[in-house]
């Protein structure tokens, strides 16, 4: 079964960066497509960016230039660096796997003075 475990979230000044982590097991994760998802209060979930098995990315417009997706696949994990942060940027994320129907925890990013 796909497990996937994020992590690296918390409260953050506006300006200021996070890194996002997501661990993945149970398949094999160089394989496979990678996406991170948002749901902002009281909003729908939305993805952020991808990342495909040959490290093509896709990023939604109001992070460009800001959030940058990346792999690891010797560790299974995958990231995205958050930088410059808004408070619209406040929101639970997820890690999926593209594809796939499993979901991890979250983790929550807070953007606040």
């Known amino acids: 079964q796909v497990q996937l475990v994020e992590s690296g979230g918390g409260l953050v000044e506006p300006g200021g960066s996070l890194r996002l982590s997501c661990v993945v097991a149970?398949?094999?994760?160089?394989?496979?497509?990678m996406g991170w998802f948002r749901q902002p209060p009281g909003k729908q979930l939305e993805e952020v960016a991808r990342i495909t098995s040959r490290d093509s990315t896709y990023y939604t417009d109001s992070v460009k230039g800001r959030f940058t997706i990346s792999r690891d696949n010797a560790k299974n994990t995958v990231y995205l660096q958050m930088n410059s942060l808004k408070p619209e940027d406040t929101a639970l994320y997820y890690c999926k796997v593209l594809g796939f129907q499993n979901w991890g925890q979250g983790t929550q990013v807070t953007v606040s003075k």
């Open positions: 149970g398949l094999s994760f160089s394989d496979n497509a």
